[in-house]
């Protein structure tokens, strides 16, 4: 993708305003905000100040259509730098409807017979695509030292529920059946995804568990989507100004599973599901200002009271899609690195590798 003058402009105008001192920074952003006994942080409460003043929304008014471009170059704005010492290699998945493209991602100096992370990117199952999430495959790759395999599952209003289950659960048979071609070890295969994409992540892992055979050994799952048949306590602090909003939820949930689709399926809704047992160790990472929060937090809680082994970590001061901010606040990439750090521990640290740390 060719980046436009603009968005490079408006690139380095951000990272100027970031550069700034915390005083001149703080008077841009104004007030600290304090909601629920939680402070948001300044990278936060900047972006969503600059987020206001730009008019940028997750959800435009054109839109599927200007919403997915939007959110494309959106990266070019906040991701920073493209992460280097990453290859990429484009993948062919058969599935019965044709073909899935993937992109392979692996850090420079990693070894054969690595872990492999297979990633379903966010956006609310209309948006995103491997492309708008290249800056968080290229950081979870080289900080945490493993392959990863982005995955370009179809989205509604082109295809609903549930062809995106399927498409993630064809990636991970795929990433299994052909661990050796992929440089990967079929042991040490996990799902993971943000938002929309960890919904489909942790689908992935109850559905493989539930039919037996290859299963995923551990879910890396950033603010979840994992109930959508009622609404929580977070949903009605954060209902709006914090990015995602109430509204944006249900436009994604309207093109996902449009009426009469039972939102109770635990195909949709994976903390309904009645059997949470046997599931492989998550990490499980939510945002304090997010309407996702509380039930992102509740599996959490039902997993572990299902004897699953679980990494719950809450950001107080951060919002919804923190991991797409690599570029601009160090929270945001703080709260990143240790998702994929979590990650490193639990595929292991493949030998000959060099370290993983990311500039």
Do not use: C
């Amino acid at each position: 993708m060719t980046i436009p003058l603009p968005v490079r402009i408006q690139a380095a105008f951000l990272r100027g305003v970031y550069a700034l001192p915390d005083a001149a920074r703080r008077a841009l952003a104004g007030r600290p905000v304090v909601v629920d006994g939680q402070t948001l942080a300044l990278d936060a409460q900047l972006m969503l100040r600059l987020q206001r003043l730009s008019k940028v929304a997750l959800v435009l008014p054109g839109g599927v259509g200007p919403s997915r471009v939007a959110l494309e170059y959106g990266r070019h704005l906040v991701g920073g730098p493209v992460i280097r010492r990453v290859s990429v290699r484009e993948v062919g998945i058969p599935v019965e409807h044709g073909e899935l493209a993937a992109t392979l991602y692996t850090p420079d100096g990693l070894a054969e017979g690595s872990g492999l992370l297979v990633f379903l990117h966010g956006g609310g199952w209309v948006l995103g695509s491997r492309a708008s999430h290249d800056h968080i495959s290229r950081f979870l790759a080289r900080r945490g030292r493993v392959r990863v395999l982005s995955v370009e599952y179809r989205r509604p209003p082109e295809h609903v529920f549930p062809a995106a289950v399927e498409d993630a659960l064809a990636a991970f048979d795929y990433a299994h059946a052909k661990a050796a071609d992929l440089g990967a070890d079929p042991e040490r295969i996990a799902v993971g995804g943000d938002s929309a994409g960890g919904n489909l992540a942790a689908v992935t892992a109850q559905t493989t568990v539930r039919r037996g055979g290859p299963a995923p050994v551990f879910q890396l799952l950033l603010y979840p989507a994992v109930d959508a048949s009622v609404w929580r306590r977070s949903r009605e602090l954060f209902a709006d100004g914090y990015y995602l909003t109430s509204a944006n939820m249900d436009w994604f949930a309207d093109h996902y599973v449009p009426a009469p689709a039972d939102r109770t399926d635990p195909r949709l809704s994976p903390l309904l599901a009645e059997d949470l047992t046997g599931l492989p160790p998550a990490y499980i990472g939510t945002a304090g200002f997010d309407p996702l929060r509380d039930e992102g937090e509740a599996y959490a809680r039902a997993l572990e009271e299902a004897g699953v082994e679980v990494r719950l970590s809450r950001h107080p001061d951060l919002i919804h899609g923190y991991a797409s901010y690599l570029g601009t606040g160090r929270r945001f990439r703080e709260a990143t690195a240790e998702a994929a750090d979590a990650l490193r521990g639990a595929l292991g640290r493949a030998s000959g590798g060099a370290p993983g740390g990311v500039a």
